[in-house]
């Protein structure tokens, strides 16, 4: 992070699949005795959305060891699944802001772009990658030096965050961070991943890149995988039109970025003329990694109590 600022607006994926193992690990939440899995039901207050955490669980204590890869992360360990229960509108309100699959953007200094505006876990703004120039597997550092892209991009963001009704101007949508996300979208191809590996177009549904706060991903914030995964689901979209055609349309979604490949899955119908994300899912690993404390001075400990019970007061 470049600013020292926080950001109560969206979800964090990685956050989120730390708290379910956390409760029952720290006896906020009990489980059955010998029970060989927890469902821990967490209620996101940023966007009021419910998240269901599945994970297996080792003599009382959220399993560690397992077989589960993620890309991006070093080693194996036991899964941790993720369900987004109704993820539409989590930042918005609505599932599309605009009501609108796709919408015309006229950003000044990029000119006008089709995009597609779509809020399921965090609010994210999509673009095709060809119409800026990109092939979709550019890398971050490469982006980031691209000066004239990272402005294109910025620009875009905030024109969308406008007319998704997050911010009330532009320019106060480039000094907020956060949603809505911004991304480019490609369709399967071959690449190359950070550490080299070579990814084959034929495990690929989809080619994406993602910035939040001015800042590429070398991963996929797990939020906005979602939201691409729901996105790919919804006909007419750019996402849509990128992705790789399949006949089961409930079947999980392989989106490729620079550290590889992340598997997502996206419960998506047509209802009455209107698209509904029913849930997305993924999944994470769970180990526990530090635990500590903060120390401070005795003298300030009444003035700080006294802040706290105002704030949940307050709340």
Not at 7 to 25: E, I, R
Not at 62 to 84: K, N, Y
Not at 287 to 307: K, T
Request: hydrophobic residues 45%; glycine residues 10%.
């Amino acid at each position: 992070m470049k600013k020292a600022e926080v950001d109560y607006s969206a979800n964090c994926g990685n956050m989120s699949s730390a708290m379910g193992p956390f409760a029952v690990d720290e006896g906020i939440f009990k489980v059955g005795a010998g029970s060989k899995e927890a469902v821990v039901r967490i209620h996101n207050t940023n966007t009021k959305k419910i998240i269901q955490a599945r994970f297996n669980m080792d003599e009382g204590l959220s399993e560690v060891d397992g077989d589960l890869a993620i890309p991006g992360v070093s080693g194996t360990g036991s899964p941790v699944r993720l369900e987004f229960l109704q993820p539409g509108g989590a930042s918005t309100g609505k599932l599309l802001p605009t009501g609108n699959v796709s919408d015309v953007l006229d950003v000044p200094g990029v000119g006008k772009l089709t995009v597609s505006m779509v809020d399921a876990a965090n609010a994210t703004v999509f673009v095709r990658a060809a119409d800026l120039g990109l092939t979709g597997i550019e890398m971050p550092d490469a982006l980031e030096a691209n000066t004239a892209i990272m402005q294109k991009l910025a620009a875009i963001r905030a024109q969308a965050a406008v007319a998704m009704g997050i911010t009330k101007t532009a320019e106060e949508a480039l000094k907020k961070g956060g949603t809505p996300f911004v991304g480019f979208i490609a369709g399967p191809q071959d690449a190359v991943t950070l550490t080299g590996d070579k990814l084959n177009e034929n495990d690929i549904d989809l080619t994406a890149r993602m910035l939040s706060n001015g800042q590429p991903h070398r991963a996929l914030p797990l939020t906005v995988t979602l939201c691409t995964a729901v996105a790919a689901r919804i006909e007419g979209s750019v996402v849509h039109a990128a992705t790789r055609a399949v006949s089961d349309k409930n079947a999980p979604i392989r989106i490729a970025m620079p550290s590889g490949i992340l598997t997502v899955a996206a419960d998506v119908k047509l209802k009455d003329g209107q698209w509904h994300a029913e849930q997305g899912a993924f999944y994470r690993t769970q180990r526990r990694l530090f635990e500590g404390y903060v120390y401070v001075r005795a003298s300030q400990v009444p003035r700080l109590v006294a802040a706290t019970r105002g704030k949940l007061k307050a709340a």
